[in-house]
T-cell receptor
Framework: DQQVKQNSPSLSVQEGRISILNCDYT??????FLWYKKYPAEGPTFLIS?????DKNEDGRFTVFLNKSAKHLSLHIVPSQPGDSAVYFC???????????FGTGTRLQVFP | EPEVTQTPSHQVTQMGQEVILRCVPI?????FYWYRQILGQKVEFLVS????????KSEIFDDQFSVERPDGSNFTLKIRSTKLEDSAMYFC????????????FGSGTRLTVV
């Protein structure tokens, strides 16, 4: 039962270019989405979020877009930097509970 | 910056043994969680804890698992009789409020059951 899906396990991008990480969800009751970044041997750290009342949220180099009709969200990183190399998870709080449903993650590699 | 602290960072145990994973959440946080990530898989919810009791648990969190907040600062996860398939990274997390801006995660305990 994969309610949150990240279909690309990995992405490789040159430094300075745009990284686009995608996430699809199946449950239309999800109304809040978060992106987490995870380095090896560390816990996930919160990056950026978006509420379903918006279609875009921007924070510095990071922008998240939400397309509710397509049940799709994406994280854009511009410009990408080598320090952005990590695993990125999208997640959503399960409706009416306090647990987060995570996607499987996308490993981003930014090369010089 | 406040952080969630987990100990040990790595635990190796024999199958059938009991393990206790320890966490010190951020001091003003009220909600506490355990998640795990089996190698190569997604991060999965195990249990949430609020007001000194379990508020929700997943089907993974069976009778072999228990949580406790013994002294108002530590938050522990106990696995009574470990199985090989319990090998995973276990992450503790805490939050101020429910579902507000996600949680703060600890850096995890890698549990290896041999």
């Amino acid at each position: 039962d994969q309610q949150v899906k990240q279909n690309s396990p990995s992405l490789s991008v040159q430094e300075g270019r745009i990284s686009i990480l995608n996430c699809d969800y199946t449950n239309s009751m999800f109304d809040y989405f978060l992106w987490y970044k995870k380095y090896p041997a560390e816990g996930p750290t919160f990056l950026i979020s978006i509420s379903s009342i918006k279609d875009k949220n921007e924070d510095g180099r990071f922008t998240v877009f939400l397309n509710k009709s397509a049940k799709h969200l994406s994280l854009h990183i511009v410009p990408s930097q080598p320090g952005d190399s990590a695993v990125y998870f999208c997640a959503s709080p399960s409706y009416n509970t306090d647990k987060l449903i995570f996607g499987t993650g996308t490993r981003l590699q930014v090369f010089p | 910056e406040p952080e969630v602290t987990q100990t040990p960072s790595h635990q190796v145990t024999q199958m059938g043994q009991e393990v206790i994973l320890r966490c010190v959440p951020i001091s003003n946080h009220l909600y506490f969680y355990w998640y795990r990530q089996i190698l190569g898989q997604k991060v999965e919810f195990l249990v949430s804890f609020y007001n000194n009791e379990i508020s929700e648990k997943s089907e993974i969190f069976d009778d072999q698992f228990s949580v406790e907040r013994p002294d108002g600062s530590n938050f522990t996860l106990k696995i009574r009789s470990t199985k090989l398939e319990d090998s995973a990274m276990y992450f503790c997390a805490s939050s101020v409020g429910q579902n507000l801006y996600g949680y703060t995660f600890g850096s995890g305990t890698r549990l290896t059951v041999v």
